[in-house]
């Protein structure tokens, strides 16, 4: 896993109007977390730019940032981010300060590689677990888990047991939930015959009334 730097200011206004210029400025307020810190969290801001730059690379969210910040660097992940819904943009970004010589847990996703065989005889892919939840050192975060799909027949099924991940870092899932399969297409069902339409009411009296 590779690191980022990231140069953050320290931010004493937290009133939605200060939160709005930091904005208007190119800058993205934000809150570290760590025990390290005496008041167990810290309000910052960090330039927009590249903190998109950090979260568009491979490791994404998972990237360990060295944040340089009142005068100190603190290794540290983003925790959660708050987005605006319309436009797309960052609105708040939680950073939890992390320790490189203590484990933590994490999500990362889990990419398909290939082609079914069962694809070929008329079978679909069904991908169910698309990221697994995993608990390593930080340095040991790998990008994704890579999945070899290109052996599976009708009726396969991967599991999280199943799935290969590096040395040192262990799968939180449950190791029999399915992760990927190939079932049978669903055949179309059978055209049904037309319905008749119902007589109108007036009409069917009228033949009651002759059969008497």
Do not use: W
């Not at 008041?39 to 491979?58: H, P, R, W």
């Amino acid at each position: 896993m590779a690191d980022a730097g990231l140069n953050a200011k320290l931010r004493e206004g937290r009133t939605k109007s200060s939160r709005k210029q930091l904005r208007d400025s190119g800058a993205v307020p934000g809150v570290m977390y760590g025990k390290q810190m005496g008041k167990g969290s810290m309000a910052i801001s960090v330039d927009a730019k590249e903190l998109k730059q950090i979260l568009s690379s491979v490791s994404g969210r998972n990237t360990l940032i060295k944040m340089n910040v009142a005068g100190s660097k603190q290794t540290v992940m983003v925790k959660s981010l708050q987005m605006d819904p319309l436009h797309h943009h960052i609105r708040h970004v939680d950073f939890q300060q992390i320790s490189e010589d203590s484990k933590i847990r994490t999500v990362i996703p889990i990419h398909l590689v290939g082609t079914p065989k069962g694809v070929a005889l008329g079978g679909v892919i069904q991908h169910d677990l698309r990221s697994a939840e995993i608990e390593c050192l930080p340095s040991q975060i790998p990008d994704a888990i890579e999945v070899d799909i290109c052996e599976m027949e009708i009726g396969d099924a991967i599991q999280v047991n199943d799935l290969q991940v590096p040395s040192g870092v262990k799968l939180l899932d449950h190791p029999h939930t399915t992760v990927v399969g190939v079932a049978t297409m669903k055949a179309p069902e059978p055209a049904g015959q037309p319905e008749v339409p119902p007589e109108p009411i007036e009409e069917a009296k009228a033949k009651t009334i002759e059969k008497e």
